[in-house]
Structure formats: C-alpha cells, structure tokens
T-cell receptor, first 113, second 112 residues
Framework: DTAVSQTPKYLVTQMGNDKSIKCEQNLGHDTMYWYKQDSKKFLKIMFSYNNKELIINETVPNRFSPKSPDKAHLNLHINSLELGDSAVYFC????????????FGEGSRLTVL | DAKTTQPTSMDCAEGRAANLPCNHS???????VYWYRQIHSQGPQYIIH???NNETNEMASLIITEDRKSSTLILPHATLRDTAVYYC?????????????FGQGTILTVHP
C-alpha cells in the first residue's frame, strides 16, 4: 500500500499544452509538497500546503497552480507547457509543517516536446 | 539554512561499512543534520537526523563531531541496494516548513 502515490508516472506532451499531475498520501499527514528535479538532478521545492493552505511558494511561474482539495491530496496543474518544464516532479508529505522527515512519492517524469 | 559540502562520489565494497562525510562548518546551534538518499528512479528517502549526539536507527548511524562542523553517515554493512545519491542537509528543526534544501549529494556506488 503506497504511502505517497503520484499519477501519472510518465507524461509526454507538446509545448503549449496543459497537464496535471495528481498526488495522494495515505499517511494522515497534514502537509504536502511538490519538488522539481531538473536534468542536472537538483531537487528544489516548489510548493507546500498545510491542511489545504498554501504555505510555501518558491517563486514558481504562474503557469504552475497547485490545488489541494483535502489534506490527503495535492495536485499540480501546469498551463502552457514549455520545454524547460521537462523534469521529474516529486510529491511529498510530512506529519506537520515543521517536520523534517518527508515521505516522497516515486516521481512523475514530464517530457515536453 | 547552513550550506553543506560532500564528496561528489564514493565507492564501497559490498558487506563493508560505507562512511559518507559531510562538512557543515557554518552550522548554527539550532540546526539539525538530516540525511536522505535517492536510489535511481525513485523518490528521496529519509535516513536519519541528529542535533549533536550520535544517532542510530535500523538504516544507519550518524556521527556528529563535537564542534558540529562535520558529520559522517555510516552504513554498517553496505549492500548493492545501497547504491544511491546521499544528501546531507542542514535545517533548523521545527521551522522552515519542511523546506529541505538539497545539494548535489554524494553518489555512493557499492560494488560486489
């Protein structure tokens, strides 16, 4: 039973399209995150939600819009996809907003052509 | 959060201890040392964290020097499945809203 699950695992799309990645955690955690890992393998935080409320927004372009319908779900919608959006996107969760132990999903590899 | 420095890569023979160093010379008194690893094509995995005392769990041991300017992650009996990128992260515990700043990490290769 996967703790943090993301769908889809792979996503290939054309420039200009809009796409979404979904994330669900069954750990009962209050806080969820989106991280981006680029081609150079650097992992950077994008967003964090605590009990459905946005608490971190790391100067990500407005084309990226996270949505948290409830504290177990955090989805990432990307409008007008660009080549530079190609990356692996990781969802994570933690017990609360101050915890340093994060549980990551397996990642969603987005390729923009 | 303080910056960390790790070797780019290390090798280890299977069954031997893997000792991964991390330098965090600018660490503050309220900053913890966290270790994560990322096995190829998987998400990062939490390993261990500590403040100033040595810590041990089922995965690894963390040795922090007395001046807290460096630490070593020890995998006591490395296996091939331990081949991964290991990240040493320094973070103020209880704040930063779970914001982990990942560096380049150390690529550990465990060979037969």
């Amino acid at each position: 039973d996967t703790a943090v699950s993301q769908t889809p695992k792979y996503l290939v799309t054309q420039m200009g399209n809009d796409k979404s990645i979904k994330c669900e955690q069954n750990l009962g955690h209050d806080t969820m995150y989106w991280y981006k890992q680029d081609s150079k393998k650097f992992l950077k935080i994008m967003f964090s939600y605590n009990n459905k409320e946005l608490i971190i927004n790391e100067t990500v372009p407005n084309r990226f819009s996270p949505k948290s319908p409830d504290k177990a779900h955090l989805n990432l919608h990307i409008n007008s996809l660009e080549l530079g959006d190609s990356a692996v996107y990781f969802c994570a969760s933690s017990q609360d907003a101050h915890a340093g132990e994060l549980f990551f999903g397996e990642g969603s590899r987005l390729t923009v052509l | 959060d303080a910056k960390t420095t790790q070797p780019t890569s290390m090798d280890c023979a299977e069954g031997r201890a893997a000792n991964l160093p991390c330098n965090h010379s600018t660490i503050s008194g309220n900053e913890y040392v966290y270790w994560y690893r990322q096995i190829h094509s998987q998400g990062p995995q939490y390993i261990i964290h500590g403040l100033k005392n040595n810590e041990t769990n089922e995965m690894a041991s963390l040795i922090i020097t007395e001046d807290r300017k460096s630490s070593t992650l020890i995998l006591p009996h490395a296996t091939l499945r331990d081949t991964a990128v290991y990240y040493c992260i320094v973070r103020v515990h209880g704040t930063s809203y779970g914001k982990l700043t990942f560096g380049q990490g150390t690529i550990l290769t465990v060979h037969p």
